[in-house]
């Protein structure tokens, strides 16, 4: 086989020699192109382009002995590729070009000549000048040709978002189901820079503020919502100050460094718009701002109406809150009403649906018989929350303002608070209670009917309407609550139980007792327990 090879080898070297120039050149381009395809796909599957195959096909058109110098594929592999590119050719050539025919370029400059020279004209009215010249071209086709306005250079979208991160936040509300079965609405305000929660701030930052003054060596507190306002003022253990001070504190830190620490007395000093408290070798600095934007506090002619015993105040406020309506919309039952008389004051609160009427111990200052006025919810409350310092100390009663719109107490402590006066009209809650004498009357004992009712409460809330009924035509005296056939009677024990239907007779107490039957309600009467249940306790 070597001596074979090595014939054949020199055959082809005298035989070249024979051979043209561009005949030899053709055919080591022919050897070198495969031998580099070769080595660029060994040892993996034999891959060729497109270029590949275009070399070969051109081989093929312009040289006779392409055939003895092809290796890699089959001659006929290469006439494939040639009908294939010959076909393609064809179809693009003749294919239908999509869209319209292109303009001349000369009606192209002349489009973009007359909107430079006219720059109020627009495609409809450059379409019309070259129609007058004879220049048939459609309205769009203009269009498409005007030189549009570039824009000015913007910044991207990430530029943009990293530009006003600061000021980006993402809000969401919804809610949020508790233990005990309530619905609680969130509303959730993100900021994006430091992914945190942004905290509640007011639409009026500076009623977050206390105001610190120091006047005639007394310590006078103030603080506002704009319709509470509460001043309180006190000593303090120093020397005398000559000048004033007269700054505003956050009070919400100012109030947790006090309440969480033990010292009995607290150091304070306010330079160069810092407050700072120390006691027991700890300092906290607050900013100390300018009273300058802080509220003025209602001023005026005062006209005393009466003074109120502290402790009645606060019970009847407490317990006229319970009834008093939540929603703001309705602000002629989200107020209480105060009623000063001669020796009696009295506290009103109604939603509408209950009606809770208190009084107490009152010395009335003024002329009249009766006055009365609206203190809004959050008065009561605060009221209702400030302690007294006896049982025998009296909170002072006045009006002021031009028209009388404020209310301000004066608390046994020296203390004041100046509340706005509640608008709208209070309901007329002498309607609803009767003049008539009673016709019967029934004593409860109020351990017995709380506990009654706790153990019915249960059954009421599977019902639509979550009630129960107290029925007084028998004794004992009972309350059921029904829910879907199954009916829960309580026997409750009246002390004393008079009227007609009992002919004034006084009952004996009975006992505890519960009993549960499941039927149909029309022998529920029959599932009441009866007579003395002493020996069947449940």
């Not at 693009?92 to 000549?113: M, N, Q, T, W």
């Not at 502290?310 to 703001?328: R, Y």
């Amino acid at each position: 086989p070597t001596m074979s090879s090595l014939f054949l080898a020199l055959f082809a070297f005298v035989a070249s020699s024979f051979r043209s120039r561009a005949a030899l050149q053709a055919e080591i381009l022919a050897l070198r192109h495969q031998l580099a395809v070769f080595q660029n796909n060994a040892p993996r599957r034999l891959r060729l382009h497109r270029c590949d195959r275009l070399l070969w096909v051109m081989l093929y058109r312009f040289w006779s002995g392409w055939r003895r110098c092809l290796h890699m594929v089959q001659p006929d592999t290469v006439l494939r590729w040639h009908r294939r590119a010959f076909a393609w050719h064809w179809t693009r050539k003749s294919r239908r070009l999509l869209g319209r025919p292109e303009i001349a370029a000369s009606v192209r400059d002349l489009i973009r000549r007359m909107q430079q020279a006219n720059p109020l004209w627009g495609a409809p009215r450059i379409h019309g000048e070259l129609l007058k010249l004879g220049i048939a071209v459609a309205q769009s086709t203009v269009a498409k040709y005007l030189p549009r306005p570039r824009k000015p250079p913007s910044q991207t979208w990430r530029t943009f978002l990293t530009n006003h991160l600061a000021q980006t936040v993402a809000i969401d509300f919804f809610t949020v189901p508790t233990a005990t079965f309530r619905v609680l609405f969130v509303f959730v305000v993100l900021s994006h820079e430091r992914r945190r929660v942004v905290p509640k701030k007011g639409t009026l930052p500076v009623l977050e503020n206390l105001r610190w003054r120091v006047v005639k060596g007394h310590l006078e507190l103030t603080a506002t919502d704009l319709d509470n306002s509460l001043h309180i003022s006190m000593p303090y253990a120093a020397a005398a100050i000559t000048n004033s001070v007269d700054v505003l504190v956050p009070a919400k830190e100012l109030y947790q460094a006090v309440k969480t620490e033990s010292a009995p007395n607290m150091e304070i000093r306010i330079h160069d718009g810092k407050f700072e408290v120390r006691a027991n070798n700890r300092t906290l600095v607050l900013t100390a701002s300018e009273p300058k934007n802080f509220p003025q506090i209602p001023d005026g002619e005062l006209s005393l109406r009466g003074q109120i015993l502290a402790s009645a105040l606060e019970t009847a406020l407490a317990k006229a809150l319970f009834c008093v309506s939540t929603e703001s919309t309705r602000y002629s039952t989200d107020v209480v009403k105060l009623e000063m008389g001669d020796s009696v004051f009295r506290v009103v609160g109604t939603d509408g649906h209950r009606l809770s009427v208190v009084e107490g111990a009152a010395k009335n200052g003024t002329n009249s018989a009766v006055f009365s006025t609206l203190l809004l919810r959050s008065t009561a409350s605060i009221l209702s929350k400030l302690e007294a310092d006896g049982e025998s100390g009296w909170v002072q009663f006045s009006t002021c303002g031009s028209e009388q719109e404020f209310n301000l107490f004066v608390l046994p402590d020296g203390s004041g608070l100046i509340a706005r006066r509640g608008q709208g009209q209070f309901p007329n809650y002498e309607n609803v209670i009767p003049k008539a004498p009673l016709e019967g009357k029934v004593v409860f004992q109020r351990e017995e009917l709380l506990d009654g009712l706790t153990k019915l409460s249960a059954t009421a809330r599977k019902s639509q309407n979550a009630a129960v009924k107290l029925e007084l035509s028998k004794s004992p005296a009972c309350i059921k609550a029904e829910n879907d056939g199954t009916a829960n009677p309580r026997c409750s024990g009246a002390r004393s139980c008079f009227g007609k239907s009992q002919g004034h007779r006084r009952q004996s107490p009975v006992p505890d007792s519960v009993r549960q039957e499941s039927g149909d309600r029309d022998r529920l009467d029959e599932a009441i327990p009866k007579g003395d249940l002493r020996g069947d306790r449940v």
